[in-house]
């Protein structure tokens, strides 16, 4: 065991550029002075691939918590693993959650407590870790991998715990002299927490969302600094966390076992312990079992799924919020005016079982989003979704817009409100029947089988006779039952079910045929709304051309 002086010239010896203490770094980051129940929280990605959905519903938590009581939303940026990192990874996460709507009060964009990328506060960690060394709670180790090796061989063979701790951490308790021979020698080595937990200690932790939970001590002596002089994740958040006013850390649940080891971080760097709330990671179902939403799985793991596709934005964000509070859905349905951002969100409420990720329901939210819509908005919106992913629909818009705008409001009043748009590139789906240039190559659909060619062909012939653009749904209708009687069609649906071959078919059979001679297809919009929307010149062009 080394003695205090030992422990403060080791602590000079491994950091001799490093002059600061910790009370001046301290004095450098000065309290927030934030009102009573502020919060502080953080967004701590790392550039290390695309945007992962999850981090959207992460970030969603900070941002929706800060809005309701006051206090800041930091985003942070965690790039300690060098070789992970991937080039404009910054730019993604800045940018990507700037398309869901998710800003920050200070980020690598601007604030008083930065920086906010960790590489660019190296030596921030390092006055931490040599005050650790000078105190005796940290330590250098020069085990290579090889060696590590061999101890976790020799804990597998006597049947314990895997891990550098106790015993089997050979530096642990290294003399002076051998530490500086090992220097001496140019060996590579770590800086590593000298734990004095003992494991088969229990203790009890609050944690905001799961509530009272029991853990074992932490015993292993993890690593701190690494060998190229970067900290890893447990080491560099407690001193982020502290230095920037952070009071509440919301992080997914893979960091729960960690409550241990991160405690008593905080008890040797001598800081005031933070909140935590650890919330399920975004789950899916497969095989009727659950699992985490996969980068490497599934496409709609990424962020860039949605936007490329044109998902609406605030459909999602309530999605997230349901899964996050499940009352979210009755207030919603209580409050159809409000927008979402007034709905309390609760850690209380979060359920604990695993926040299942589900595309069908997700793509139900953004269906019943979009028919609530004006026309106009809808047109706006896909028409600045398309500026980005689709020139050729902007070039149609921007030709058509009154056009594309009434085609749009197509069963958008009334009783029936059409919910087949889930999405801004499903936009133009709706215009194929309207344009002939989109029309032209579709195969036309069969006509039903119980009408010839040549009732094809009266039908067409007696609806142009009697057609006019005025005339209402009711007059409309009553004009198509006509010619359906007249040629044995039936408009008395109990009649034929009870007996059908007293007829040729139902008066829809009419229908189907005016609708798929306008349109190529058995399925559409309200027919009488098409066609209103087509005009007259175009319903006479279409169906004369029909039979030609």
């Given at each position: 065991m080394?003695?205090n ?6 602590a000079?010896?491994?950091?001799p ?5 910790v009370?001046?770094m ?14 502080v929280?953080?967004f701590a990605p ?6 992962h959905?999850g981090s959207?519903?992460?970030s969603?938590i900070?941002?929706r918590?800060?809005?309701q009581v006051?206090?800041v939303?930091i985003l942070?940026i965690e ?14 996460i800045v940018?990507?959650l700037?398309e869901f709507?998710i800003?920050?009060d200070e980020s690598?964009?601007g604030g008083?407590y930065?920086p906010?990328?960790?590489s660019?506060r190296l030596?921030?960690?390092k ?5 650790l060394?000078?105190?005796?709670f940290?330590?250098p180790?020069?085990a290579?991998?090889e060696?590590?090796g061999?101890?976790r ?10 891990g550098?701790?106790g015993?089997?951490a ?5 003399s002076?002299e051998e530490?500086?021979s090992?220097?001496?020698d140019?060996?590579?080595f ?12 229990k203790?009890e ?8 939970c029991t853990?074992a001590?932490?015993?292993m ?5 690494k ?10 958040h ?13 992080r997914?649940y893979?960091?729960f076992?960690?409550?241990p080891?991160h405690?008593?971080?905080f008890?040797?760097?001598g ?8 919330a399920?990671p ?5 095989g009727g079992?659950r699992r985490?939403?996969?980068k490497r799985k599934d496409?709609?793991a990424?962020?860039r ?8 934005i605030v459909?999602i964000?309530?999605?997230f919020?349901n899964?996050?509070n ?7 349905i ?7 951002t007034?709905?309390?969100?609760k ?15 997700l793509e ?9 819509l004006?026309?106009k908005d809808v ?5 600045r979704w398309?500026q980005?992913?689709?020139?050729e ?5 921007e ?6 705008i009434n085609i ?8 029936k ?6 999405k801004w ?5 709706a ?5 002939e240039d ?6 036309c659909?069969?006509?039903p089988?119980?009408?010839s060619?040549e009732?094809v062909?009266v ?5 142009l006779e009697?057609?006019?653009?005025g ?5 409309w209708?009553e004009k198509?039952k006509?010619i359906?009687?007249?040629l044995?069609f039936?408009?008395?649906y109990?009649?034929?079910k009870d007996?059908?071959?007293k007829?040729?078919g139902?008066?829809g059979d009419i229908?189907?045929v005016l609708?798929?001679?306008?349109t ?5 919009p309200d027919l009488?709304?098409?066609?209103q929307?087509?005009g007259?010149e175009m319903v006479?062009a279409r169906l004369r051309?029909f039979?030609?």
């Amino acid at each position: 065991m080394r003695t205090n002086e030992e422990n403060i010239k080791l602590a000079n010896l491994l950091f001799p550029s490093i002059k600061k203490s910790v009370g001046e770094m301290r004095e450098e980051y000065p309290s927030r002075g934030l009102q009573g129940g502020s919060l502080v929280v953080r967004f701590a990605p790392s550039p290390t691939g695309f945007l992962h959905m999850g981090s959207v519903f992460t970030s969603l938590i900070n941002r929706r918590l800060v809005d309701q009581v006051g206090g800041v939303c930091i985003l942070r940026i965690e790039d300690t693993d060098k070789k992970r990192e991937i080039e404009g990874g910054v730019d993604i996460i800045v940018n990507g959650l700037s398309e869901f709507g998710i800003e920050f009060d200070e980020s690598v964009q601007g604030g008083k407590y930065g920086p906010y990328i960790q590489s660019e506060r190296l030596d921030i960690y390092k006055v931490f870790a040599k005050d650790l060394v000078s105190k005796g709670f940290a330590y250098p180790c020069f085990a290579n991998e090889e060696e590590l090796g061999e101890i976790r061989d020799k804990q597998t063979e006597l049947g314990v715990r895997t891990g550098y701790y106790g015993e089997f951490a050979k530096w642990r308790d290294s003399s002076l002299e051998e530490i500086e021979s090992a220097l001496g020698d140019g060996k590579e080595f770590v800086i590593r927490l000298y734990s004095t937990g003992d494991n088969s200690v229990k203790f009890e932790f609050d944690d905001e969302i799961k509530g009272r939970c029991t853990f074992a001590q932490n015993d292993m002596d993890v690593v701190l600094l690494k060998s190229d002089g970067y900290p890893t994740y447990h080491f560099a958040h407690a001193i982020d966390d502290t230095l920037m006013g952070v009071n509440l850390v919301i992080r997914t649940y893979e960091w729960f076992p960690s409550v241990p080891l991160h405690l008593e971080l905080f008890e040797k760097l001598g800081f005031e312990r933070i909140k935590y709330a650890h919330a399920s990671p975004l789950m899916k179902m497969e095989g009727g079992k659950r699992r985490k939403l996969s980068k490497r799985k599934d496409p709609e793991a990424d962020t860039r799924y949605f936007i490329e596709r044109g998902y609406p934005i605030v459909p999602i964000l309530e999605y997230f919020l349901n899964i996050m509070n499940s009352n979210f859905a009755d207030w919603r349905i209580q409050n159809p005016e409000l927008a979402y951002t007034e709905f309390e969100l609760k850690l209380e409420k979060f359920n604990r079982a695993g926040a299942l990720f589900d595309m069908v329901k997700l793509e139900d939210v953004c269906k019943e989003y979009i028919a609530g819509l004006s026309a106009k908005d809808v047109y706006d919106m896909s028409f600045r979704w398309a500026q980005k992913f689709n020139s050729e629909l902007v070039k149609r818009l921007e030709e058509n817009r009154e056009l594309c705008i009434n085609i749009l409001n197509i069963e958008r009043e009334g009783s029936k409100i059409r919910k087949d748009i889930v999405k801004w590139e499903d936009v133009n789906s709706a215009f194929e029947i309207f344009f002939e240039d989109m029309l032209e190559g579709v195969d036309c659909e069969s006509m039903p089988e119980n009408v010839s060619s040549e009732v094809v062909g009266v039908i067409v012939d007696r609806f142009l006779e009697s057609y006019s653009v005025g005339d209402d749904t009711s007059v409309w209708f009553e004009k198509i039952k006509g010619i359906g009687n007249d040629l044995g069609f039936t408009s008395d649906y109990k009649a034929y079910k009870d007996d059908p071959t007293k007829f040729k078919g139902k008066v829809g059979d009419i229908a189907m045929v005016l609708r798929i001679a306008l349109t190529k297809r058995s399925r559409t919009p309200d027919l009488h709304q098409v066609m209103q929307v087509m005009g007259k010149e175009m319903v006479e062009a279409r169906l004369r051309g029909f039979m030609i």
